[in-house]
Antibody, heavy 121, light 107 residues
Framework: EVKLVESGGGLVQPGGSLRLSCAASGFTFDDYAMHWVRRAPGKGLEWVSGISWSSGGIGYADSVTGRFAISRDNAKNSLYLQMNSLRVEDTALYYC??????????????WGQGTMVTVSS | DIQLTQSPSFLSASVGDRVTITCRASQGIDSYLAWYQQKPGKAPKLLIYAASTLQSGVPSRFSGSGSGTEFTLTISSLQPEDFASYYCQQLNSYPYTFGQGTKLESK
C-alpha cells in the first residue's frame, strides 16, 4: 500500500522551531518529487514547499522563504520540513504529498493525513 | 507569482444538479492545472490533472476543461458524497499556488 505518514507537529511559541517528518512506504521514494501543503484553521490549502526526486530542485512559498527548509533522505524514505522563526500565522495542519508521475513535476496524487502545528504563546 | 481566483467561493446546490466551478489564472499556465476535493477531516483528493484528465478511480460525472488562463470543473449530476470543498492548483511554475476554494453545500 502506498502511504505517507507525517509526524513532528505540536505546540510551539512564536519564534520557535519545529521539524516535521514524512515517512513514505509502498513506492520507490527516490523516483518522486515531494511537497508540503498546509491548511490553516478556517482557511484554504496553501502549497508550502516542494523538492525534486534528487533534491536538485527546491521551491518555497513566499510566506515561508528564508524561514523553512525542505529536505529528504532517500535512503530512509523520508521527507522533512525544518521550520524556524515560527509565527502565529504558521498554525495549520501540514500535509506531505507526492507527485503523480515519477521523475517529473505533476499533480499530487498521494497525501498523508497531516500533522498539526500550533504556534501560540 | 501566479494567482488563481476561484468562483464562486460558496455554492448551494441539490442532488442531481449540474455544477460548474471556475478558476482563473493571473497569467497563462497552459494546461498545468489540477482540481482537488477535500472533505472535513480528510486529506485532499486529486480529481483532475492536466486541466482535463480524470484521475483513476474518480467518477465520470467529474470533468475539467480549459487552458491558458480560464478553467472549469463540472459535476454533471451532483451526488450526496460530492458536497465538499474544491480547489484548483497551478503547476506551471514555482511557487505552486491554490485557488481560495469553493465550498459546495446542500441546498
Amino acid at each position: 500500500e502506498v502511504k505517507l505518514v507525517e509526524s513532528g507537529g505540536g505546540l510551539v511559541q512564536p519564534g520557535g522551531s519545529l521539524r516535521l517528518s514524512c515517512a513514505a512506504s509502498g513506492f520507490t521514494f527516490d523516483d518522486y518529487a515531494m511537497h508540503w501543503v498546509r491548511r490553516a484553521p478556517g482557511k484554504g490549502l496553501e502549497w508550502v514547499s516542494g523538492i525534486s526526486w534528487s533534491s536538485g530542485g527546491i521551491g518555497y512559498a513566499d510566506s515561508v522563504t528564508g524561514r523553512f527548509a525542505i529536505s529528504r533522505d532517500n535512503a530512509k524514505n523520508s521527507l522533512y520540513l525544518q521550520m524556524n522563526s515560527l509565527r502565529v500565522e504558521d498554525t495549520a495542519l501540514y500535509y506531505c504529498a507526492r507527485d503523480r508521475l515519477s521523475r517529473s513535476w505533476d499533480a499530487f496524487d498521494i497525501w498523508g493525513q497531516g500533522t498539526m502545528v500550533t504556534v501560540s504563546s | 507569482d501566479i494567482q488563481l481566483t476561484q468562483s464562486p467561493s460558496f455554492l448551494s446546490a441539490s442532488v442531481g444538479d449540474r455544477v460548474t466551478i471556475t478558476c482563473r489564472a493571473s497569467q497563462g499556465i497552459d494546461s498545468y492545472l489540477a482540481w482537488y476535493q477535500q472533505k472535513p477531516g480528510k486529506a485532499p483528493k486529486l480529481l483532475i490533472y492536466a486541466a482535463s484528465t480524470l484521475q483513476s478511480g474518480v467518477p465520470s460525472r467529474f470533468s475539467g476543461s480549459g487552458s491558458g488562463t480560464e478553467f472549469t470543473l463540472t459535476i454533471s449530476s451532483l451526488q450526496p458524497e460530492d458536497f465538499a470543498s474544491y480547489y484548483c492548483q497551478q503547476l506551471n511554475s514555482y511557487p505552486y499556488t491554490f485557488g481560495q476554494g469553493t465550498k459546495l453545500e446542500s441546498k
